[in-house]
Nanobody, 121 residues
């Protein structure tokens, strides 16, 4: 069983910073990509940032230059450093792991439970 556990959400003032963490646990052999999605009330879920196995990163245009995704492969953990936060960044942020191969050679995608980020004065 693979689980993704997120931490680091909360309430922050505009212009502030938060760091999200997502740790994948279980009998994991490899993970192709790890990333963060977000969903605000009334909106569809959108990709925020993605870190692939070859080290490349992708960002939503709305967060480029403010958010940085990083990954610790040894710990199966992905981080999202969010700076210069804006009220429009308010959403539930959810971690995603793609192409997870377990020690029993099963392959699948997994989601975390989500963490609330609220940017407000």
């Amino acid at each position: 069983q693979v689980q993704l556990v997120e931490s680091g959400g909360g309430l922050v003032q505009p212009g502030g910073s938060l760091r999200l963490s997502c740790a994948a646990s279980g009998s994991i052999f490899s993970i192709n990509a790890m990333g963060w999605y977000r969903q605000a009330p009334g909106n569809q879920r959108e990709l925020v940032a993605l870190f692939t196995s070859d080290g490349s990163t992708n960002y939503a245009d709305s967060v480029k230059g403010r958010f940085t995704i990083s990954r610790d492969n040894a710990k199966n953990t992905v981080y999202l450093q969010m700076n210069s936060l804006k009220p429009e960044d308010t959403a539930v942020y959810t971690c995603n792991a793609r192409g997870v191969v377990t020690s029993s050679l099963k392959r699948g995608d997994y989601w975390g439970q989500g963490t609330q980020v609220t940017v407000s004065s």
